[in-house]
T-cell receptor
Framework: KAGVTQTPRYLIKTRGQQVTLSCSPI?????VSWYQQTPGQGLQFLFE???????NKGNFPGRFSGRQFSNSRSEMNVSTLELGDSALYLC??????????FGEGSRLTVL | GQQVMQIPQYQHVQEGEDFTTYCNSS?????IQWYKQRPGGHPVFLIQ?????EVKKQKRLTFQFGEAKKNSSLHITATQTTDVGTYFC????????FGAGTRLTVKP
């Protein structure tokens, strides 16, 4: 069974640009959640989606948005990038309720 | 909002010594999960605890869930170099919130 796939793995953007990250969950998993990981802050919860509906949202500004498609694939978008947005963005899928299966992450660097 | 505090932030041990990391939630949790992240890797699920006072063991690892379902601990007996990594607890209330993690290093 294929794992969680995140693309792109690495990307470099400049301040003010926007970025879209993609996540393909494990087949059959309908729940997808996103986390931001930075050395000082650990894993910060961004959003959780289930069957195309956002179930929960973390404490991030409106520049961070996401969506889930009918095939359970998910995307997150960050607009007007700031230097502080540099982080590893992790996507996890889950057969609710249960464990989270993480992808390798998308490492974003904002210059 | 829900917060999960985890201590210590770092722990350096000699191989063979024991290791413990603790998590505390500001709210009652429906369950708590533990994950391990090796350097350069992604978090990998270790275990889930659901019941009040639950204790589970995986070889040298012992996981506990508090009676009030607001705290948890992970204890590793006789650490090995393969135990190196960051251990995260994650508590579920409405959503899954992670502790800041405890980074374990083991000196051979």
């Amino acid at each position: 069974k294929a794992g969680v796939t995140q693309t792109p793995r690495y990307l470099i953007k400049t301040r003010g640009q926007q970025v879209t990250l993609s996540c393909s969950p494990i087949s059959g998993h309908r729940s997808v959640s996103w986390y931001q990981q930075t050395p000082g802050q650990g894993l910060q919860f961004l959003f959780e989606y289930f069957s195309e509906t956002q179930r929960n949202k973390g404490n991030f500004p409106g520049r961070f948005s996401g969506r889930q498609f009918s095939n359970s694939r998910s995307e997150m978008n960050v607009s007007t990038l700031e230097l502080g947005d540099s982080a590893l963005y992790l996507c996890a899928s889950s057969p609710l309720p249960g464990e989270l299966f993480f992808g390798e992450g998308s490492r974003l660097t904002v210059l | 909002g829900q917060q999960v505090m985890q201590i210590p932030q770092y722990q350096h041990v000699q191989e063979g010594e024991d290791f413990t990391t603790y998590c505390n939630s500001s709210t009652t949790l429906s369950n708590i999960q533990w994950y391990k992240q090796r350097p350069g890797g992604h978090p990998v699920f270790l275990i889930q605890l659901v019941k009040s006072g639950e204790v589970k063991k995986q070889k040298r690892l012992t996981f506990q869930f508090g009676e009030a379902k607001k705290n948890s601990s992970l204890h590793i007996t006789a650490t090995q170099t393969t135990d190196v990594g960051t251990y995260f607890c994650a508590g579920r209330n409405n959503d899954m919130r992670f502790g800041a993690g405890t980074r374990l290093t083991v000196k051979p």
